[in-house]
């Protein structure tokens, strides 16, 4: 579990912390959650305790991309903002692991920043973080192949969860990568002949 204090920027503020935990609340949820929808209203910031959490845009024809993951010691910077400026979220967030998330009140959000520089610089540093992560899958849409995209996934999502085996459905990751169904079963199975991953009921392992 990632406690608050092990984040660089509580270390030094132990009264921070006391006010997190204060004014906060902890939820439990099952990976497959969905705790923020787009265009829903945010009334609090998620902080990750313990799993992980996904954050993706979907288009209005319904299709969706992952845009970056959100694990232990780290919020959503999207939030953030939308609560900052109390504008509506433009991203949906799903746990992609089970997870244990602190929910700051927004108004507090705004108390911390002016109260406690720790704060600031924790915002900061999550937004420079989703900035470069951003940008890496902008990249990744322009200029890889699909394949590659694929299996840089699979990566991420097996160090996420600290296992080779996913839990996860040729669906959901042509979701996630924004492409067809048929690709990704074309490509997985192409990976699996070149001894790559093993394909089994709803799962992927990677050799």
């Keep these: 579990m990632k406690y608050l204090e092990d984040i660089a920027e509580f270390r030094s503020s132990p009264e921070l912390v006391a006010k997190l935990y204060e004014h906060s609340i902890l939820k439990t949820y099952e990976a497959g959650s969905v705790i923020l929808n787009e265009h829903a209203h945010i009334r609090s910031i998620p902080i990750v305790i313990r799993g992980v959490m996904k954050v993706i845009r979907t288009e209005d024809d319904g299709r969706e991309i992952l845009l970056y993951y959100i694990k232990a010691g780290e919020s ?99 979701s996630e990568l924004g492409t067809a169904r048929a ?8 990976l699996e002949e070149a001894g790559q991953v093993q394909l089994g009921r709803n799962k992927i392992t990677l050799v």
């Design 183 to 190: 690709v990704v079963s074309r490509l997985l199975k192409q």
């Design 76 to 174: 959503c910077i999207m939030s953030f903002l939308g609560g900052l400026h109390n504008e509506p979220s433009k991203v949906k967030v799903e746990i992609e692991d089970d997870a244990e998330i602190l929910f700051l009140p927004v108004d507090k959000v705004s108390l911390f920043i002016k109260e406690h520089p720790e704060w600031l610089d924790y915002i900061f540093r999550s937004y420079h973080k989703r900035f470069e992560e951003l940008l890496e899958t902008i990249n990744a849409i322009a200029f890889k192949k699909v394949d590659e995209r694929l299996l840089t996934l699979l990566g991420k999502k097996a160090e996420l969860t600290a296992s080779s085996t996913i839990a996860i459905t040729h669906e959901q990751l042509a």
